[in-house]
């Protein structure tokens, strides 16, 4: 049976994934992170507040308190070419600091899941200078291939730029849309009314406040949603705009692309197999580069008035779903195009054919094959 998951039990995370290249046995550990003698990689991982790729003095290193979330967790994936091998707790060092001893002979690359684009977060300009305080991780995003022989101590550092957008309202998870209550076991009712209705979806949150009438907006959308249309320069629209190239959610600070009925990249109708630039773990499993077009091109275009554009993960793209309505269940004014199923960058760490996808057909978080063919919708970060 697929899991389903609801966005009350997914976590908000950092992976730092190590991929050995090379053969491996899932039964024995490739990276111990304990201290001892033997081969090294470490790093720093830092947050570039200047964008200028380089480490700059004053600059703090990403830890865990960096992250507004309870509880920020933090975890290293050691995996093969096909299947996770272990799972180990990243130590928790105050100075973004990274180090894993005993690394026995391969090939490696270090890599960081998306989850960090969701903190608003993305991989600075790699390779800019003085290799001592560069970055050496490309835009992936992993590190450039790591061949460790013997004896050696072997230097990778990250940063990551965007800080401001580290306790971005997306370190919030969005409201459900739901609008009516139940009475348990009779069904649901047309309001907020039903059995401990202090207790139910509609009574709670954001949600809620828009029936209180006390939920302020910068735009419009349904009930907690909070949209605004852009053309194709990045500029606001009427919320009752005919055409529009991008939607900007001003709760969590996402940029959507907007499928269209023309024809070219933003077709509706275009659909992908799994795999390909901004996909999370790019050495884990297969990748078919079907949308790769759609990436660099939207890239090329700068649409809205932005680069960086990016297939979501499965957490961001779980912020749309409307769980108030179905076929579609998301809100439709802003959304028209909207197809049944949409990949999401987010592999799946157990089966390396499968990856995460949202339905939206019924607002079911799901995996499956990765050559199925579905819609991607892309996403960037709003510097508003």
């Not at 730029?161 to 370190?171: I, L």
């Not at 047309?190 to 709670?204: E, P, R």
Request: aromatic fraction near 10%.
């Amino acid at each position: 049976m697929d899991h389903q998951f609801t966005r009350d039990i997914i976590l908000f995370c950092l992976l730092v994934m190590i991929t050995n290249v090379s053969a491996a046995s899932q039964d024995t550990p490739i990276v111990q992170p304990t201290s001892g003698v033997g081969n090294q990689i470490s790093g720093l991982v830092w947050v570039d507040n200047n964008a200028d790729g380089l480490q700059n003095p004053g600059e703090p290193g990403f830890v865990q308190t960096t992250l507004d979330f309870s509880p920020p967790t933090v975890a290293l994936y050691v995996v093969n070419s096909l299947d996770p091998v272990h799972v180990v707790s990243l130590g928790e060092r105050a100075d973004g600091r990274y180090v894993f001893n005993n690394v026995s002979a391969g090939d490696y690359y270090i890599c960081v899941s998306n989850e960090f684009q969701e903190m608003g977060l993305s991989v600075t300009t790699p390779d800019n200078g003085d290799d001592s305080i560069d970055s050496d991780f490309d835009f992936s995003p992993c590190s450039y291939e790591i061949v460790v022989d013997s004896n050696q101590n072997i230097v990778r550092d990250l940063g990551l730029k965007g800080g401001h957008h580290v306790n971005s309202s997306f370190a919030k998870l969005a409201d459900t849309g739901i609008l009516f209550g139940g009475d348990y076991p009779n069904g649901n009712n047309g309001s907020c009314t039903g059995t401990v209705i202090s207790q139910q979806d509609c009574a709670l949150g954001r949600d809620a406040q828009v029936l209180a009438g006390t939920l302020r907006k910068i735009g419009a959308g349904h009930a907690g949603f909070d949209f605004t249309k852009l053309n194709a320069d990045g500029n606001p629209l009427q919320a009752g705009a005919a055409s529009w190239s991008c939607v900007r959610d001003n709760y969590t600070g996402l940029v959507w692309e907007a499928k269209t009925d023309n024809e070219g990249i933003h077709n509706k109708d275009n659909t992908y197999r799994w795999g390909g630039m901004t996909a999370q773990a790019q050495s884990y499993g297969k990748h078919y580069h079907d949308w790769d077009e759609l990436v660099q091109e939207t890239n090329q275009q700068r649409l809205c008035g932005m680069t960086g554009w990016r297939v979501p993960s499965v957490n961001e793209l779980e912020s749309l779903i409307n769980f108030n309505s179905v076929d579609p269940a998301i809100d439709q004014k802003y959304f028209p195009h909207a197809s049944s199923d949409i990949w999401t960058s987010t592999p799946d760490p157990v089966f390396a054919n499968k990856a995460w996808h949202v339905s939206f057909a019924n607002g079911f978080i799901t995996h499956d094959d990765r050559n199925h063919r579905w819609q991607v919708r892309l996403v960037n970060v709003s510097a508003r």
